[in-house]
C-alpha cells in the first residue's frame, strides 16, 4: 500500500496540475491571442511548452524591473503630491 501511495505523489509531482500524463517540454500548444486594438483579430500562436515556460518567466522578470514613471510623496501638510 504505501508504494503505491508513493508512486503516485511522484507521478503527481511530475505532472502538470490536473493532468494525468507526464509534462513534455516539447509537446506544441497553441494559444489564440487577441490582436491590439482589434475586437475581432486574433492570432494563433504556437510553442513548445518550454518556450511557454520561458516566455512566461521573461514577462514575470521584465514586470518586476520596471519602475514607476513617477514617484508620489506625501507632503508635510497632508497632501500628495507628484
Same mark, same amino acid.
Given at each position: 500500500m *504505501?508504494?503505491?501511495g508513493?508512486?503516485?505523489? *511522484?507521478?503527481?509531482?511530475?505532472?502538470?496540475a490536473?493532468?494525468?500524463? +507526464?509534462?513534455?517540454?516539447?509537446?506544441?500548444? =497553441?494559444k489564440s491571442? %487577441?490582436?491590439?486594438?482589434?475586437?475581432?483579430? %486574433?492570432? %494563433?500562436? =504556437?510553442?513548445t511548452? *518550454?518556450?511557454?515556460?520561458?516566455?512566461?518567466e521573461?514577462?514575470?522578470?521584465?514586470?518586476?524591473q520596471? %519602475? +514607476?514613471?513617477?514617484? =508620489?510623496?506625501?507632503a +508635510?501638510?497632508?497632501?500628495?503630491?507628484?
Open positions: *504505501a508504494m503505491v508513493t508512486a503516485g505523489l *511522484a507521478l503527481a509531482q511530475s505532472t502538470p490536473g493532468k494525468g500524463r +507526464p509534462a513534455d517540454p516539447n509537446r506544441k500548444i =497553441c491571442e %487577441k490582436a491590439t486594438g482589434s475586437r475581432v483579430v %486574433k492570432r %494563433k500562436i =504556437c510553442l511548452s *518550454a518556450e511557454w515556460d520561458r516566455a512566461r521573461q514577462a514575470g522578470t521584465e514586470l518586476r520596471q %519602475k +514607476p514613471m513617477y514617484r =508620489c510623496e506625501t +508635510p501638510t497632508g497632501g500628495v503630491t507628484c
